[in-house]
């Protein structure tokens, strides 16, 4: 399956934006979902992730309350809603699937096989 994330961009801090993970030669129906961030300098960062069994989300500690992961009616795209974005929101924004990827591994980069290209979101004060 080929990702593309797109909807990044500069905002202010406290803006929203919402980014799109657009899935093509497969859709997500089978393939759990993910979110990673990386900023300049700093280890990729879970952000979001939506499981394909039952369609369970999780959020990392620090976009809790504030992201949301969802999958519109198709089953081709899956977006990320943030909401009042903090200057550390500043990175490079993937999207990522896998498949029978288990509970305990949701929150692992590894545990995802396909990736998007990123999309920059930058916060700035």
């Known amino acids: 399956v080929q990702l593309q994330a797109s909807g990044g961009g500069l905002v202010q801090a406290g803006d929203c934006l919402r980014l799109?993970?657009?899935?093509?030669?497969?859709?997500?129906?089978?393939?759990?979902v993910g979110w990673f961030r990386q900023a300049p300098g700093k280890e990729r960062e879970f952000v979001a992730a939506?499981?394909?069994?039952?369609?369970?989300?999780y959020y990392g500690d620090s976009v809790k309350g504030r992201f949301t992961i969802f999958r519109d009616n198709g089953p081709n795209t899956v977006y990320l809603e943030m909401n009042n974005l903090k200057l550390e929101g500043t990175a490079v924004y993937y999207c990522?699937?896998?498949?029978?990827?288990?509970?305990?591994?949701?929150?692992?980069?590894?545990?995802?096989?396909?990736w998007g290209q990123g999309t920059q979101v930058t916060v700035s004060s």
């Open positions: 799109s993970c657009a899935a093509s030669g497969r859709t997500f129906s089978s393939y759990a």
């Open positions: 939506r499981r394909q069994s039952g369609g369970s989300t």
């Open positions: 990522a699937a896998g498949s029978g990827i288990i509970l305990s591994s949701v929150r692992s980069a590894t545990a995802y096989a396909y």
